[in-house]
């Protein structure tokens, strides 16, 4: 670790931006493993697929609903502690899966235990404390930890795949139950939360504007029309909102889709694992690029990518073109999420930023819960994932015009041009 003062030396905030990952990466992608077990859990029980999906919605709801409050605990005892009490919840409620008999043991197990309080007190935390270690490089930084989750959706699903095959549903839950566990808290003990001396070495005062508290500071008309303050949050977290029922439409229910369609189940299952192989490079590459063009670009670059992506899925018949399809797919849903923290930082600064992004997380897994809930439900009343899908893709419309506005807000209005803009103060 670098001491106090000194010019040069080793940077633990790199340590933190690992540990951070293999964290996003087991948390994301043990709850995604769903997917995989959906046929499995419905042939067993005899569930609808609107019923057993529901508990991937739990998982991203409660998340949501505990994030801002795993946030402000972050804040007030250190992101260690949070991290490691979520940790030990998400191997454990893997675990417990393999012994289920009715639905509300998955929503249990899977909701509560792996989402509210397993991922709930890992994803806002991590990203709120990564961007309190870096400045210059917080896109980069930002995009590393997320890749951590693409790392889970490329390597979770063909894994459970590959147990359910060897030792059935039960018995794979158990070995994704434990090697979650070895993986997670040793992770969890490498993280430390930010001092004043352990930093970048290009710490620089932060805009005026982020000393406006965004709960309670509304602009007015003026300032509005001018572009002097930052955006309402509402608007962050709509578009998180929208982004993710977007793409949990295609996370939770492409492997039966195809699999509907005639692909085999592993090849089925290896889609899903395609978008988090593309997913990884793309969390990286836009958050290095966010560190170039900013934030709010980069968010309508993504959602694009994304959205027309959606529409691939639809349109798709054969193994070939879906895993095209799957790997742009990957790059945009892959670089998303990462520029909300980002844009968190750039409009608000750092001081609350846990419970800032706490907030906007919590419409994101709320949109996440929506998706993976509609396409289960959209199927069954429907009998395909045709209204599913398009219900994802005119989501993700509205994701790419609330972005729209975000980069037409840098854009000088009439009265700057034509230097007629008001400035307060």
Same mark, same amino acid.
């Given at each position: 670790?670098?001491?106090?003062?000194?010019?040069?030396?080793?940077?633990? *905030?790199?340590?933190?931006? =690992?540990?951070?990952?293999?964290?996003?990466?087991?948390s994301y992608g043990s709850g995604l493993t769903l997917a995989v077990f959906l046929k499995p859990l419905t042939s067993e029980?005899?569930? &609808?697929?609107? @019923?057993?999906?529901?508990?991937?919605?739990?998982?991203?709801?409660? +998340?949501?609903?505990?994030?801002?409050?795993? *946030?402000?605990?972050?804040?007030?005892?250190?992101?260690?502690?949070?991290?490691?009490?979520?940790?030990?919840?998400?191997?454990?409620?893997? +675990?417990?899966?393999?012994?289920?008999?009715?639905?509300?043991?998955?929503?249990?197990?899977?909701?509560?235990?792996? !989402?509210?309080?397993?991922?709930?007190?890992?994803?806002?935390?991590?990203?709120?404390?990564?961007?309190?270690?870096?400045?210059?490089?917080?896109?980069?930084?930002? =995009?590393?930890?997320?890749? =951590?989750?693409?790392?889970?959706?490329?390597?979770?699903?063909?894994?459970?795949?590959?147990?359910?095959?060897?030792?059935?549903?039960?018995?794979?839950?158990?070995?994704?139950?434990?090697?979650?566990?070895?993986?997670?808290?040793?992770?969890?003990?490498?993280?430390?939360?930010?001092?004043?001396?352990? &930093?970048?070495?290009?710490? /620089?005062?932060?805009?005026?504007?982020?000393?406006?508290?965004?709960?309670?500071?509304?602009?007015? /008309?003026?300032?509005?029309?001018? *572009?002097?303050?930052?955006?309402?949050?509402?608007?962050?977290?709509?578009?998180?909102?929208?982004?993710?029922?977007?793409?949990?439409?295609?996370? @939770?229910?492409?492997?039966?889709?195809?699999?509907?369609?005639?692909?085999?189940?592993?090849?089925?299952?290896?889609?899903?694992?395609?978008?988090?192989?593309?997913?990884?490079? !793309?969390?990286?590459?836009?958050?290095?690029?966010?560190?170039?063009? =900013?934030?709010?670009?980069?968010?309508?670059?993504?959602?694009?990518?994304?959205?027309?992506?959606?529409?691939?899925?639809?349109?798709?018949?054969?193994?070939?073109?879906?895993?095209?399809?799957?790997?742009?797919?990957?790059?945009?849903?892959?670089?998303?999420?990462?520029?909300?923290?980002?844009?968190?930082?750039?409009?608000?600064?750092?001081?609350?930023?846990?419970?800032?992004?706490?907030?906007?997380?919590?419409? !994101?897994?709320?949109?996440?819960?929506?998706?993976?809930?509609?396409?289960?439900?959209?199927?069954?009343?429907?009998?395909?994932?045709?209204?599913?899908?398009?219900?994802?893709?005119?989501f993700g419309g509205i994701n790419f015009l609330i972005a729209l506005s975000l980069v037409l807000r840098q854009t000088p209005?009439?009265?700057?041009?034509?230097?007629?803009?008001?400035?307060?103060?």
């Amino acid at each position: 670790m670098r001491e106090p003062g000194q010019p040069s030396g080793f940077f633990y *905030g790199w340590v933190i931006v =690992g540990a951070s990952c293999v964290l996003m990466s087991v948390s994301y992608g043990s709850g995604l493993t769903l997917a995989v077990f959906l046929k499995p859990l419905t042939s067993e029980f005899g569930w &609808s697929r609107g @019923v057993t999906s529901l508990a991937y919605s739990f998982n991203m709801l409660l +998340a949501g609903c505990f994030a801002p409050l795993m *946030g402000y605990l972050s804040d007030r005892i250190g992101v260690r502690k949070v991290a490691l009490f979520g940790a030990g919840l998400v191997g454990l409620g893997l +675990a417990l899966t393999s012994q289920i008999h009715s639905p509300w043991h998955l929503y249990l197990f899977q909701g509560l235990l792996m !989402g509210g309080l397993g991922y709930g007190a890992l994803a806002a935390p991590l990203a709120a404390n990564v961007n309190r270690w870096f400045t210059r490089r917080a896109g980069l930084a930002t =995009g590393i930890i997320y890749s =951590g989750s693409a790392i889970g959706v490329m390597l979770f699903p063909p894994l459970s795949r590959y147990f359910i095959n060897l030792f059935g549903w039960r018995t794979a839950y158990l070995y994704l139950g434990l090697a979650a566990s070895i993986l997670v808290i040793p992770a969890a003990l490498l993280l430390r939360p930010h001092v004043d001396h352990d &930093s970048e070495g290009d710490m /620089a005062p932060e805009p005026a504007h982020h000393t406006f508290a965004p709960s309670v500071r509304h602009a007015t /008309a003026i300032e509005t029309l001018s *572009g002097t303050t930052p955006p309402s949050i509402w608007w962050l977290r709509a578009a998180m909102f929208c982004c993710c029922v977007c793409m949990s439409v295609p996370l @939770v229910h492409i492997v039966s889709h195809a699999t509907d369609i005639g692909i085999p189940k592993l090849a089925a299952a290896g889609i899903l694992g395609v978008t988090g192989a593309f997913a990884f490079p !793309g969390r990286i590459g836009m958050g290095f690029l966010a560190d170039r063009i =900013g934030g709010r670009r980069s968010l309508l670059l993504c959602s694009g990518i994304q959205t027309f992506m959606v529409l691939g899925f639809l349109l798709s018949h054969d193994l070939l073109t879906l895993y095209i399809v799957a790997a742009l797919f990957g790059i945009g849903y892959g670089g998303i999420i990462p520029q909300y923290p980002i844009l968190c930082r750039e409009f608000y600064g750092t001081k609350a930023l846990g419970r800032l992004f706490g907030s906007v997380t919590l419409f !994101g897994t709320s949109g996440m819960a929506t998706g993976g809930y509609l396409g289960g439900f959209m199927f069954d009343q429907s009998g395909s994932y045709t209204l599913p899908l398009m219900v994802a893709f005119i989501f993700g419309g509205i994701n790419f015009l609330i972005a729209l506005s975000l980069v037409l807000r840098q854009t000088p209005s009439l009265p700057q041009r034509l230097g007629l803009s008001w400035k307060p103060g």
